[in-house]
């Protein structure tokens, strides 16, 4: 599989670590070098304008989506290839599924992860089969992934649905993970009392 276009989910915030925005940075610019289109959250700000103006920089084609109160709060990205605004968040989140052929999560907060969860769960239930990578720059998803396995064992995730995401720590191997994902038949509900 070629994936033509990758959504970003990430910080509005830079976060802590200079590592962040340098895995944005490049995370921009290896879009725009492969020619995949970069979908985002639309906003000028954090490790999401970072990512943006790299992929600009570089001369690639990035398409924001962004809803109409944050527009408004004047944290769009004015020099994108195209932007969409929405009425609702998820009528955003369903427009950026919609536009990606796959994702990437970087570090960010309750909106990455929100983000990243819908995409997880519409994947769980196959709406969609596309492959969602988690770039864990500086080890920063190991708590998150500590937690989903700590659901695993407390029996609220079943194993095979870990299949539903990949993990690498450095972008060329994400990005190898993820052409080579086969989206796999999942079944949420084997019975009534069991996962």
Known sequence: MTIQSICLFCGSSSGSN???????????????ERAITLVYGGGNIGLMGVAADAALAAGGR????????????????ESLSELHVTQT???RKALMEDLS?????LPGGFGTYD????????????VHQKPIGLLNV???????????QHGVREGFIREANLQL???????????????????????KWLSHDRI
Do not use: C
């Open 18 to 32: 200079p590592a962040y925005s340098a895995a944005a940075r490049e995370l921009g610019a290896t879009l725009a």
């Open 165 to 187: 995401f990949v993990v690498a720590d450095t972008l060329p191997e994400l990005l190898e993970r993820m052409n080579s994902y086969r989206a796999a038949p999942v079944t």
């Open 138 to 148: 500086a080890g920063f998803f190991d708590p998150l992934l500590a937690m989903v």
């Open 101 to 105: 052929g796959g994702f990437i999560a």
């Open 62 to 77: 990035v398409v924001g989506v962004i809803p109409g109160f944050l527009k408004e709060k004047e944290v769009a990205h």
């Open 89 to 91: 968040m998820h009528e």
């Open 115 to 126: 983000e990243l969860f819908e995409m997880l769960t519409w994947g769980q239930l196959s």
